[in-house]
């Protein structure tokens, strides 16, 4: 089976062009090829297949741990990338349709010298799932967070209205020994993804992110849209701003006439090659 390792910011999985290659048992794939130690290593897999109503692709994108996640933001700039880049797409466009399991999205694209270098996804309409704030109880620790649905749910907490963490900067967390406890709290029974902000200025904020199915990533696309919305809803953030993530810089501007946030950031293809068996 041919794969390619593409990566955002870090954000690295293993796609497979669904077009000419077919895999029958994608979640049980996932957690063989995304191994870093015995797999081709990654935070995932993701499929880009065929598919109908007027979309160039479908994008399918699976954990580490072989559950299914419904969008991913590094994932989508990178399937675009791989359908313009590799032709499946004509050259002339500068804009590309991936279905995705929370819907079509639209992606604009910056091509240099005949290959994508970055893209600007339409993120939709994130929407808040409950009160701004809302208190919770972490391991003992009395904390708030805002919930945001971006195609999947996430939980943004702010460092400045949560001392009980009791750091001052997120390079201070420890999320290797906190995070699983943050994504099975029983207040979201579908797990979450956690974000982690620390508000430098307005237009500028610091961001760690511990992912449900795959742990701390580098990098999550839906997980800086869904801290930016929330700090603009609790008049945090300004309208456009800079997400420095561990593994690169993403810009999320929100439009307020539409509702829609936008997200900007690099796609970058990694290296391709033969994987033995596809299960």
């Not at 990178?78 to 313009?84: G, L, M, Q, S, T």
């Not at 200025?201 to 997980?223: D, I, K, M, Y």
């Not at 603009?232 to 829609?260: E, N, P, W, Y």
């Amino acid at each position: 089976m041919k794969f390619t390792k593409m990566q955002g910011c870090g954000n690295d999985y293993i796609y497979v062009d669904c077009f000419f290659e077919t895999v029958t048992n994608p979640s049980e794939l996932a957690k063989i090829i995304s191994d870093r130690h015995y797999g081709v290593g990654g935070d995932g897999l993701i499929l880009i297949e065929p598919t109908k109503g007027g979309a160039d692709a479908a994008m399918r994108m699976f954990n580490q741990d072989g559950s299914e996640g419904w969008m991913c933001g590094n994932g989508i700039r990178c399937v675009a990338k791989y359908i313009y880049d590799h032709g499946i797409i004509p050259a002339s466009r500068r804009d590309a349709i991936i279905n995705t399991r929370s819907g079509p999205r639209r992606i604009k694209l910056h091509v240099e010298n005949g290959k994508v270098l970055d893209a600007m996804v339409d993120m939709g309409k994130p929407m808040l799932t409950g009160d701004l704030p809302e208190p919770i109880v972490v391991r003992g620790m009395k904390l708030s967070f805002i919930g945001v649905d971006v195609g999947n749910p996430h939980a943004v907490y702010f460092l400045g209205d949560n001392p009980a963490l009791g750091v001052a900067h997120v390079t201070e967390l420890d999320l290797k020994a906190l995070g699983q406890d943050f994504e099975t709290h029983p207040r979201f029974p579908d797990r979450v993804n956690s974000e982690f902000v620390e508000i430098i200025s307005p237009n500028e904020v610091q961001f760690r992110v511990w992912e449900r199915g795959s742990g701390e990533t580098l990098a999550c696309g839906t997980g800086a849209t869904a801290a930016v919305f929330a700090g603009i809803m609790a008049r945090k953030l300004a309208k456009d701003v800079r997400v420095h993530l561990t593994g690169g810089d993403l810009r999320i501007q929100f439009d307020a006439k539409s509702g829609c946030c936008f997200m900007t950031g690099p796609a970058v293809e990694v290296f391709s090659g033969d994987f033995p068996t596809a299960k």
